[in-house]
C-alpha cells in the first residue's frame, strides 16, 4: 500500500458528477485539480449499508474541504452507470458536490494496494495529498467499520499548519511549534 511520503499515482478514470442530463460523467485525472490538496476516499461497493452513510459526509463536508484549497475525490470499484443509478435512487446522495471515480479495471485501487485481498474490492481508505500530490495521511478501515469524517477534515487542517500538532489539536489552537517559540 502506498504511505506518507509517496506520490499520487497517474490515473484517469470516469468520475460520475452529475444527475443533469448529459453532464452526467466527466473525466478525471490526477492533472484535473492540480495544485490543490487533494482528499481521496475509497469505499468497497455502491447500493451497501455504511458506504453511503460516509459518501453523505462527506458531501456535508464539501465546503470545509473547499475552504481549505482542497479536493474532494470519491472511489469505488462500480462502472460510472452504478454511480449514477446509486445517486439517482438515495436521497442522500443525489446531491454530492465531489465526483464519484469509477475505477472498474482496478488500476487506481491496485496502484494505490487498498484492494482486499480476499473480495477484491477498495478498503475504506483515505488519502489526503498535498498540492505536489504528495501522500501526507492515509488510514484504511477494515470493511466493516466507516470512517470519521471530521478527523479527515481535523487532519488537513493539522498538515497544512506544517508546524508540530499535538494529539486532538484542533484548528485555531497552538501548535507545538507556537509554544516552543514563546518558550525559547
Not at 490538496?37 to 453523505?56: G, H, Q, R, S, Y
Not at 473547499?66 to 443509478?85: K, Q
Request: negative net charge; glycine residues 6%.
Amino acid at each position: 500500500m502506498l504511505t506518507v511520503g509517496d506520490k499520487l499515482p497517474n490515473f484517469k478514470l470516469k468520475g460520475t458528477v452529475s444527475l443533469e442530463k448529459n453532464k452526467e460523467f466527466q473525466d478525471i485525472t490526477n492533472e484535473t485539480y492540480k495544485g490543490k490538496w487533494t482528499v481521496l476516499f475509497a469505499w468497497p461497493k455502491d447500493f451497501t449499508f455504511i458506504c453511503p452513510t460516509e459518501i453523505a459526509e462527506f458531501g456535508k463536508h464539501n465546503k470545509d474541504f473547499n475552504d481549505r484549497d482542497a479536493v474532494v475525490l470519491g472511489l469505488s470499484t462500480d462502472s460510472e452507470f452504478v454511480h449514477h443509478a446509486w445517486r439517482t435512487h438515495h436521497p442522500d446522495l443525489k446531491n454530492l458536490p465531489f465526483p464519484m471515480l469509477a475505477d472498474i479495471k482496478r488500476e487506481l485501487s491496485g496502484a494505490l494496494g487498498i484492494l482486499h485481498k480476499e473480495e477484491g474490492v477498495a478498503l475504506r481508505a483515505t488519502f489526503i495529498a498535498d498540492p505536489e500530490g504528495i501522500i501526507r495521511h492515509v488510514s484504511v478501515n477494515d470493511l466493516s467499520v466507516g470512517r470519521n469524517v471530521k478527523e479527515t477534515v481535523r487532519t488537513l487542517d493539522a498538515l497544512q499548519t506544517d508546524e508540530l500538532c499535538p494529539c486532538n489539536w484542533q484548528k485555531g489552537e497552538e501548535t507545538l511549534t507556537t509554544k516552543l517559540q514563546k518558550a525559547g
